[in-house]
């Protein structure tokens, strides 16, 4: 029972500090650059070399 109490008091613990880190990361910039155009995309990749990731979206 002890450690089940001090496992949820760690938790407590970190949550607020894991908050505030990812907070602080939201002004950096995207991993991904996403491309507009299929063109665009080619374009680039062949210029740099690097593989091409489609995502097929459709808004409802």
Same mark, same amino acid.
Do not use: C, Q
């Given at each position: 029972?002890?450690?089940?109490?001090?496992?949820?008091? =760690?938790?407590? =613990?970190?949550?607020?500090?894991?908050?505030?880190?990812?907070? %602080?990361? $939201?002004?950096? /910039? /995207? !991993?991904?650059?996403?491309? $507009?155009?299929?063109?665009? =995309?080619? !374009?680039?990749? $062949?210029?740099?070399?690097? /593989?091409?990731?489609? %995502?097929?979206?459709?808004?409802?």
């Amino acid at each position: 029972m002890r450690r089940y109490a001090l496992s949820f008091l =760690a938790a407590l =613990a970190t949550i607020p500090i894991a908050g505030t880190v990812i907070a %602080d990361n $939201k002004g950096t /910039p /995207p !991993a991904i650059v996403w491309e $507009k155009t299929l063109e665009d =995309a080619i !374009a680039k990749a $062949k210029t740099t070399g690097t /593989p091409i990731l489609l %995502d097929f979206f459709v808004p409802t």
